[in-house]
């Protein structure tokens, strides 16, 4: 697994921290789209396919979240920005991110940040950040009913590239009765003093079942699971109110498990 996630878990969970951009206006064009700007100083069939894919994802995305506030529409002067630097040196030099990172989001900016050519932009972090975005608009970013497993795994259910492998780790975990228990799911939220192996597979786990409610019912259940989350109410209540068929955590855990060894 990408070392990539690790970025991810300190960006959402200092999210509230500046992060630094390097931007000096003057250099930058834009390119628009219905719900994205593309800012970079040189466009380019990269930046190109960035607006295309984009657009394209954010459609995949915002069905699950039909029912935006308006105030929340990505569009006019509400769109997101997207910032692709023209060279990775130049990239890292400017926002301080590590040398192996291909990107990141700043949800209070709506604004994702990239270089051009990054490795696994398009296919991994574009639709991974993009989905942290939409999903902390929707359910507000300092919600402490919504478990990190929820949004770290909404985010990695968007990359359809890396499916099989995270499949086949929670496979093997369950076969070994090795998964995280649903308890220390839902309580882990840093995962800077974990060991790398049990961060990879909090990861692999938050997207199997993320998946499994997206995938069990329309998309309409699990709306109304965040839409009561955000309202307030308690993981298990918005579980029990939403999907109907579980009345408690542990019961959402037998069922994922069962379904994880059939597949
Ligand atoms: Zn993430």
Redesign the pocket.
């Known amino acids: 697994m990408p070392l990539r996630?690790f970025l991810?878990?300190w960006i959402?969970w200092f999210g509230w921290c500046e992060i630094s951009y390097g931007f000096d206006n003057s250099n930058w064009e834009e390119k628009k789209g219905n719900h994205f700007v593309v800012y970079a100083q040189d466009h380019s069939s990269f930046t190109d396919d960035v607006l295309r894919e984009a657009e394209d994802v954010y459609q995949d995305i915002i069905r699950y979240f039909g029912s935006l506030p308006k105030d929340h529409f990505w569009s006019w002067e509400n769109r997101c920005k997207i910032y692709i630097y023209p060279s990775q040196s130049e990239y890292v030099r400017l926002t301080k991110q590590p040398e192996w990172s291909s990107g990141f989001a700043d949800v209070r900016k709506r604004t994702i940040v990239s270089f051009e050519n990054a490795p696994d932009f398009l296919e991994s972090v574009l639709p991974?950040e993009m989905a942290?975005l939409i999903f902390r608009e929707f359910i507000a970013s300092d919600n402490r009913q919504v478990p990190r497993w929820l949004d770290?795994g909404f985010?990695?259910s968007q990359e359809k590239n890396i499916r099989v492998a995270l499949d086949q780790t929670i496979q093997r975990a369950v076969q070994t009765n090795s998964a995280l228990s649903f308890q220390d799911l839902t309580t882990m939220s840093s995962l800077h003093t974990r060991p790398t192996d049990q961060a990879r597979l909090f990861y692999a786990q938050a997207q199997s079942i993320t998946r499994f409610l997206l995938e069990r019912r329309d998309p309409s259940y699990f709306i109304n699971f965040c839409r009561l989350l955000r309202d307030g109410a308690s993981l298990e209540e918005a579980l029990r109110k939403s999907y109907r068929d579980f009345s408690s955590l542990r019961e959402l855990e037998q069922e994922w498990k069962r379904h994880v060894s059939h597949l």
Request: hydrophobic letters at 45%.
């Open positions: 996630f991810c878990a959402t991974h942290h770290e985010a990695i």
